[in-house]
Nanobody
Framework: VQLQAFGGGLVQPGGSLNLSCAAS????????IGWFREAPGKGREGVSC???????TYADSVKGRFTISRDNAKNMVYLQMNNLNSEDTAVYHC????????????????WGQGTKVTVSS
């Protein structure tokens, strides 16, 4: 089982990034996928998740700015992040849940290495 998040980097406030999560080794289409982030000094926070049927959920802090999508043919999930601000600075992780789409990290069985996003001028 492998999940790999990538696409992070340094971006100026107001800028955009598109994160990707590549999955392998499990029945991807049967899993919900979630994006979580960890900012310095803070716990893991749910950002967005997408069910196996494509139903999406967003944290209030990112609604209207972030868009999650999935491509089951490629075993990929994406997080398009627009209008970034300093509070979005964190390490972003993707996780896979067989129990449904949720913003509770405890429901996720598999996690990948994170990708760092830094929003700074």
């Amino acid at each position: 089982v492998q999940l790999q998040a990538f696409g992070g980097g340094l971006v100026q406030p107001g800028g955009s990034l598109n994160l990707s999560c590549a999955a392998s080794g499990f029945a991807f289409a049967n899993y919900a996928i979630g994006w979580f982030r960890e900012a310095p000094g803070k716990g893991r926070e749910g950002v967005s998740c997408i069910s196996k049927h494509g139903v999406t959920t967003y944290a209030d802090s990112v609604k209207g700015r972030f868009t999650i999508s999935r491509d089951n043919a490629k075993n990929m999930v994406y997080l398009q992040m627009n209008n970034l601000n300093s509070e979005d600075t964190a390490v972003y992780h993707c996780g896979a849940s067989p129990k449904g789409a949720t913003m509770d990290a405890l429901w996720y069985d598999f996690w990948g290495q994170g990708t760092k996003v830094t929003v700074s001028s």
